[in-house]
C-alpha cells in the first residue's frame, strides 16, 4: 500500500475532496439572498446528515449547489425553495441520499450487543 493509499483509505479521496471543495466554490458564488440560504441548508446537512460516505456526500452537495444555481438563474423566491419549515426541507433533502452514515456503526452495535446478552441469558 501506498502512503497515498494508505492517507486516502484514513481520510477519504482526494478527488472527493477536490469535488466537494467545487461544489462549495459554486454555492459560495451564489449572489445574494441564494448563497445565504444555501450555505445555512449546507451546514446544516454537514451537521445532520452523519453521511460518512464521501460519495454520496459529494454528489448530494453538488445537487444542493445544482437546486440553489437553478433557483437564482430563475429568480425564485428561497422561500419557494424551503418553504415555510427550512428544517423540514433540509431533513427531506438529504433523506434521498442513502450511504453510509456515523449512526450505522453503533446501530450495529447495539444490535450486537443485545444479541450477546440474549445468548448469554440462555
Same mark, same amino acid.
Given at each position: 500500500?501506498?502512503?497515498?493509499?494508505?492517507?486516502?483509505?484514513?481520510?477519504?479521496?482526494?478527488?472527493?475532496?477536490?469535488?466537494?471543495?467545487?461544489?462549495?466554490?459554486?454555492?459560495?458564488?451564489?449572489?445574494?439572498?441564494?448563497?445565504?440560504?444555501?450555505?445555512?441548508?449546507?451546514?446544516?446537512?454537514?451537521?445532520?446528515?452523519?453521511?460518512?460516505?464521501?460519495?454520496?456526500?459529494?454528489?448530494?452537495?453538488?445537487?444542493?449547489?445544482?437546486?440553489?444555481?437553478? /433557483? /437564482?438563474?430563475?429568480?425564485?423566491?428561497?422561500?419557494?425553495?424551503?418553504?415555510?419549515?427550512?428544517?423540514?426541507? /433540509?431533513?427531506?433533502?438529504?433523506?434521498?441520499?442513502?450511504?453510509?452514515?456515523?449512526?450505522?456503526?453503533?446501530?450495529?452495535?447495539?444490535?450486537?450487543?443485545?444479541?450477546?446478552?440474549?445468548?448469554?441469558?440462555?
Amino acid at each position: 500500500m501506498t502512503v497515498a493509499n494508505w492517507i486516502e483509505s484514513i481520510a477519504g479521496s482526494f478527488e472527493q475532496k477536490k469535488q466537494y471543495k467545487r461544489h462549495s466554490a459554486r454555492i459560495d458564488s451564489l449572489p445574494e439572498p441564494y448563497d445565504t440560504a444555501a450555505k445555512a441548508v449546507l451546514r446544516y446537512l454537514n451537521y445532520s446528515s452523519g453521511l460518512t460516505d464521501g460519495a454520496t456526500l459529494v454528489t448530494m452537495v453538488g445537487d444542493l449547489a445544482d437546486l440553489w444555481e437553478r /433557483a /437564482a438563474l430563475d429568480g425564485t423566491p428561497v422561500r419557494e425553495i424551503v418553504g415555510d419549515d427550512p428544517v423540514d426541507f /433540509a431533513e427531506t433533502f438529504v433523506r434521498a441520499y442513502t450511504g453510509k452514515h456515523w449512526i450505522d456503526k453503533e446501530r450495529a452495535r447495539l444490535t450486537e450487543a443485545i444479541e450477546n446478552a440474549e445468548r448469554e441469558q440462555r
